[in-house]
């Protein structure tokens, strides 16, 4: 048993019976058999730089998009090569939607093995609400593209796995490995920050304030304000009423009492000396 691709070269990866020196597909043989009465004719072969050549390479994909760069700054696409030997695009293009107002952006780029390569673009081709990004070989082709019908200044629109066509909005990774996508990130921290701050309102202790004042007649360590009690709702008055210490009101009353008096007794006193100077 031996490991084949069906179809030859092209195909994926399986296991079958060994067919060596024949075609795995249909099992004829893959040699050739010289005949006796004409000279051998040897089989055309693509040779490996043809293979590799830019037209006819594969697995290239785009990783990363800046649509809406800060002010001053410039688009930029990221690509990726997912092969297993470095890559030369000659001649490539990068357009927006097909047959839109913008120019095809051509460009010539090496990409290494299983690496990233980014494309400056000087003079913009994005719409920032909406477009189409597309990576065309060299023959006309799309290799890849995407579509977004938004944009968000600063952000770019990411890969997180190749093998899918989606993109998400990203904190930009520009030449490096793509972060997660934002509205994921939000939502961890979110969760992170909600469990911080239940831990720390359990584990807070109670405290409370007291508030200082001064008095000449005594010294008063914790001030409290006058509490609020709820009455019945009458209309047209306030439903607050306010308790009032009547306690510390005697001792001033009883002052004024006093003052009352001694003034009232100076009076007749003023009165009676009028009187007796006049005699």
Known sequence: ISFIRSPDAHGDWT????????????????????????????????????????????????????????TGADEWIELYNDNAFEVNLKDWFIDDVEHGGSTQKKFSLTIPTYGLAVLEIKSSIFNNSGDDVRLINSLDNVIDSFTY????????????????????????????????????????????NSTINSSDSKNQPYITETTQIDSPSSDITNYIDPAIIETNDVLGASTLSYNTNTGQTKPFLNSLLFISCCYSLLTLLSVSLKMKLRI
Do not use: H, W
């Open 149 to 192: 019908d938004f944009s968000e200044k600063g952000k770019s629109f990411g890969r997180i796995i190749y093998s899918s066509s989606e993109f998400c909005l990203q904190i930009p990774s520009k030449n490096t490995i793509n972060n997660n996508c934002i509205d994921d990130e939000e939502i961890e921290n979110e969760q992170i």
């Open 15 to 70: 296991t079958s019976s060994a067919s060596l020196n024949f075609f795995n597909s249909i099992e004829e043989t893959c040699l050739f058999t010289a005949q006796t009465t004409l000279s051998p004719t040897p089989t055309p072969t693509m040779s490996n730089q043809n293979m590799n050549s830019s037209e006819n390479i594969e697995n290239i994909f785009i990783s990363e998009v800046m649509v809406s760069p800060e």
